[in-house]
C-alpha cells in the first residue's frame, strides 16, 4: 500500500524530489541495461556518513574510491534463475539540483552498465538494490524506464515501474522484478514514427515556415505582385514541388546528424529555423524568388533537418536501432506534414479564389514575420519576450484557427455560388 502511495505521490509531482527520495532510470539495451541514479547528498550521508553533505562539489575529489566500492556493493541484478549479471560504474557527478529556503540540494549522480551473462535478455531482470535503504528506513527508490527502443519507450515520456523502499511489517528490502515483455524492431519502428510525428506538432517554429511559403503556392504573378488563383493543377503542382524539396532537404541533415558525421551547434540552428520563417513571410506579401520556392525549401529544409537531428542523436542507440529509427522518425515528420497540409491548403486554394485572401495572406504574412522576429530574439538572447509569449498562447488554439479558416472559406464559396446565381 505504502508503494502504491509513493507511486501516486510522485507521478503528481514528476522527477522532482518533494522528499527524499532516490531516483533510478534504466535505458533497456539489447546487450546491456544502463542505470542511472540520483541520490540526493543528505539521505547519502545518513547512510554512508563521511560528511558527503559537507563541501558537496569537491566530494568526488575528497572520496570518490569509497563512494564507488559502496554503490557496486549495494547493487546486484540477477537473472530469474539467479545467474549474476556484471555492474561497471562508469561515472560520478556531484549536481545543486535546487535551491530551497534551507540552502542548495545537491545530488550525487551514478551512470552504471548492468550486462547480463550471454543468452540472457535485458527485458527481464531481479534488481537487488538496497542504496540509503539498509540504514535509513524511511527511504526510498522510484524505479523508471527511461528508454526502451524494443518497447517503444524513450526518455521523452519514462515508464514509471514502482518502488524499492522497506517493508515495515517484515522487515525487509524485496527484490525488485524488472518484467518488460518482448518489445522487439516494430514497436521501436512505430514509436519512432510517433516521435516524428510528435515533434513536428510540437515543433511551430517547422510548420510555420512551410505554411507561410504555402500561402503564395495558389497565386500567379502580375507585374512582380501576387495576382489570382492560378487553377487547381497549378496550385497542386507548386505544392508537390516545395514539400518534397523541404522533404529532401531536411532528410539530407537529419540522416548526416543521426549518424554524427557532422555536429550541429544547437543555438546557430534554432536562428536560422526562425531566419527562414522570416523570409518565407516576406516572400508571400511581394515575390522575391518567384519560380524558385523549391530551391528555398530544400535549403532551409537542409537547416531544420539538423534540428530534428539532435532527437535522434539523444536516444544513443545501436546501428540497426538507429537505422530504423532514421526511417521511422522521417516518415512520422512526412505523415504529419501531410496532414497538416491536407487539412489547410484547401481552404487556402478556396480563399485564394476571392478578394479576401489578399489581406488574409498579408496579415498571416506578418505575423509569421512577427513571430519569426521574437523566436530570433529569444534564442540569441536565451530570454523569451511578449511575442514569443503571444506565440505559446496562440499555438495552444491552433485548432480554432483552422476552424475559422474553414469556416471562412465554406462562406466565402457560398458567397460566390450566391452571387453567381443572382448574376
Do not use: C
Not at 563521511?50 to 563512494?67: A, F, I, S, Y
Not at 512582380?224 to 516545395?242: D, N, P, Q
Amino acid at each position: 500500500m505504502f508503494s502504491i502511495l509513493l507511486v501516486f505521490v510522485l507521478s503528481v509531482k514528476g522527477f522532482a524530489h518533494p522528499m527524499p527520495n532516490s531516483v533510478v532510470l534504466l535505458d533497456i539495451q539489447p546487450k546491456q541495461v544502463l542505470m542511472e541514479l540520483q541520490l540526493p547528498l543528505n539521505e547519502l550521508e545518513l547512510a554512508f556518513g563521511h560528511d558527503v553533505n559537507k563541501n558537496p562539489l569537491g566530494l568526488l575529489n575528497r572520496l570518490r574510491p569509497e563512494l564507488s566500492a559502496y554503490l557496486l556493493s549495494h547493487i546486484h541484478p540477477i537473472s530469474s534463475d539467479g545467474s549474476g549479471w556484471i555492474v561497471k560504474l562508469y561515472d560520478l557527478q556531484v549536481q545543486q539540483v535546487q535551491q530551497s529556503p534551507s540552502g542548495p540540494y545537491y545530488e550525487l549522480t551514478a551512470d552504471l552498465m548492468l550486462t547480463p551473462p550471454a543468452g540472457y535478455s535485458t527485458r527481464e531482470f531481479i534488481l537487488n538494490y538496497d542504496i540509503i535503504l539498509h540504514q535509513v528506513a524511511t527511504h526510498f527508490a522510484l524505479i523508471s524506464v527511461r528508454q526502451d527502443w524494443e518497447g517503444g519507450v524513450f526518455a521523452s515520456e519514462p515508464i514509471r515501474l514502482g518502488v524499492i523502499d522497506w517493508d515495515t511489517r517484515n522487515n525487509v528490502i524485496h527484490p525488485f522484478k524488472v518484467s518488460l515483455g518482448d518489445g522487439g524492431t516494430w514497436q521501436g519502428f512505430k514509436q519512432t514514427a510517433v516521435l516524428g510525428m510528435h515533434h513536428i506538432a510540437e515543433g511551430t517554429d517547422h510548420l510555420l515556415f512551410l505554411l507561410v511559403l504555402l500561402l503564395a503556392a495558389p497565386l500567379l504573378t502580375v507585374d512582380g505582385k501576387w495576382g489570382t488563383f492560378g487553377g487547381v493543377r497549378y496550385s497542386l503542382a507548386r505544392l508537390l514541388k516545395i514539400v518534397t524539396a523541404f522533404t529532401i532537404g531536411h532528410s539530407v541533415t537529419l540522416v548526416a546528424g543521426a549518424l554524427e558525421w557532422f555536429s550541429f551547434p544547437g543555438q546557430p540552428v534554432e536562428v536560422l529555423i526562425a531566419f527562414s520563417i522570416f523570409i518565407s513571410a516576406f516572400h508571400a506579401v511581394r515575390p522575391v524568388f518567384l519560380g524558385k520556392e523549391a530551391y528555398v525549401a530544400a535549403g532551409f529544409g537542409l537547416i531544420h533537418g539538423m534540428a530534428f537531428a539532435g532527437t535522434l542523436v539523444d536516444l544513443n542507440l545501436n546501428s540497426f536501432q538507429l537505422g530504423m529509427s532514421i526511417l521511422g522518425f522521417n516518415l512520422g515528420i512526412e505523415l504529419m506534414q501531410l496532414l497538416v497540409i491536407a487539412v489547410v491548403f484547401p481552404w487556402l486554394m478556396i480563399l485564394s479564389r476571392t478578394k479576401l485572401y489578399s489581406p488574409l495572406r498579408i496579415g498571416g504574412a506578418l505575423l509569421s514575420a512577427a513571430a519569426a522576429t521574437g523566436w530570433i530574439i529569444e534564442r540569441i538572447t536565451s530570454k523569451p519576450n511578449v511575442i514569443t509569449t503571444i506565440m505559446d498562447v496562440t499555438a495552444g488554439h491552433a485548432s480554432w484557427i483552422l476552424v475559422a479558416l474553414a469556416v471562412l472559406a465554406i462562406l466565402s464559396l457560398f458567397t460566390s455560388r450566391a452571387r453567381t446565381q443572382l448574376g
